[in-house]
């Protein structure tokens, strides 16, 4: 039942099953969702887990790993065997969706790429995301997001303009084309729905991130070689002020001015109105050109005060405003946690922690609950009994042949 008393609708992937063979952060994130969707999640792995459990016992990436892969079964298949692929193209003849993020070519050099999987599941969505694309003269090129960050451009617009660029903390590559993964296989899914037809879909890490960038290459097709490459805290596109960081008595608050209103707002805030009029600040394109004495303006404000009073303040005139915030401040978000976006779960290796869920919600349907992450192999037997009615004696053998 949902918070009104009605019955709770199922999530919209149910019945859906997936095969995931990806690894790290891009594909494992477009498998998340899908299994938060609803979707039964079977995730193959080498007999020493995936790439990101093998990054050894470090619990940054035990941590990681716990974060991307809830609600997903684990089962490890030793693909390079020919009774690994047999049983990998028995598991495919009963699935919707193989996922995978391999450099490309890799799954056609196994004998389970997709014109294999799909001549015996004319049904099955492939979907696949890798750092260039498959068919482009970087095809072959090995992409990580640190690559891909100074690849396509990120880099050289993160940070202040008198220092160094360095990489956008976050890992923006990779979520990016997961999501975009995710996006790509789901529209397949409808597609199927009217055509009865599967087809493959991918997602480059490079395409998927361009679009990030879209105020910044605004700027340089408006400027030419007169726009800065990076502009700190400030728009991206240098089109908006304020919007800057601002120092506080304990740390930064952000602040935003996308119009007029907005800004007045801030000024009756800080207690000068009196400057409304002043043809400094009058107007977007006015403030625009006096940046400088905007920022002093604010922050000769802000720097006497608290952060989190100066949020308050801000807020409640409507203003956009933020603290600058830890991490470890953000994992205990009050409205993530309401939301259930943040769960304390109990996990079986890691004690008690927080996950996150999926962003996406389907009114109707409850949260799916979070199953924490499997150990590597945990539901081989079972996936190999229920799906494919192998009997113990036979999963037996095939352990002892290193198949599984």
């Known amino acids: 039942m949902d918070h009104l008393g009605r019955e709770a609708a199922p999530l919209p992937l149910a019945g859906v099953t997936v095969i995931d063979l990806s690894h790290i952060y891009n594909g494992p994130y477009a498998t998340l969702l899908l299994a938060l969707a609803g979707a039964e999640v079977i995730k193959v792995e080498p007999k020493g887990g995936e790439h990101l459990r093998s990054r050894g016992n470090a619990g940054p990436a035990a941590m990681a790993y716990a974060m991307l892969n809830s609600n997903k079964e684990s089962m490890t298949l030793d693909l390079k065997s020919t009774r690994g692929k047999a049983i990998l193209l028995d598991l495919v003849t009963r699935a919707d969706v193989v996922v995978e993020n391999f450099s490309p070519g890799t799954t056609d050099r196994l004998g389970i790429g997709p014109a294999v999987l799909r001549e015996i599941n004319p049904r099955l969505i492939y979907g696949s995301s890798s750092g260039y694309g498959k068919d482009g003269p970087y095809r072959s090129y090995p992409a990580m997001d640190l690559v891909m960050q100074a690849m396509t451009g990120v880099i050289s617009i993160t940070g202040h303009p008198d220092q160094p660029p360095v990489k956008a903390g976050p890992a923006l590559c990779d979520f990016s084309a997961g999501v975009h993964l995710y996006a790509a296989i789901v529209t397949a899914l409808y597609e199927r729905e009217r055509t009865g037809h599967g087809r493959v879909v991918e997602v480059s890490m490079q395409d998927a991130t361009y679009a990030t960038m879209t105020s910044n290459l605004g700027m340089l097709m408006a400027m030419g070689d007169a726009a800065p490459s990076r502009t700190g805290n400030r728009h991206g596109g240098l089109g908006i002020s304020p919007y800057n960081s601002y120092r506080a008595s304990d740390g930064f608050v952000v602040l935003n001015a996308p ?146």
């Open 259 to 404: 119009g007029d209103a907005d800004f007045r707002a801030m000024l009756r805030v800080i207690g000068r109105e009196d400057l409304e009029d002043d043809p400094r600040f009058v107007s977007r394109t006015s403030r625009v050109e006096n940046m400088a004495a905007v920022d002093e303006l604010l922050e000769g404000w802000t720097a006497g005060r608290p952060r989190d009073e100066i949020a308050r303040l801000m807020l409640v005139a409507g203003v956009p405003c933020a603290p600058v915030r830890e991490l470890a401040e953000v994992i205990e978000d009050e409205n993530m946690h309401a939301r259930g976006s943040l769960q304390r779960v109990d996990h079986p290796e890691l004690g008690r922690i927080v996950l996150p869920h999926s962003p996406l919600r389907f009114e109707g349907s409850p949260l799916k609950p979070l199953d924490p992450s499997h150990p590597v192999g945990a539901d081989t037997a079972a996936i190999l009994g229920r799906r494919l009615g192998y009997s113990e004696d036979e999963v037996d053998a095939l352990r002892q042949e290193g198949v599984v």
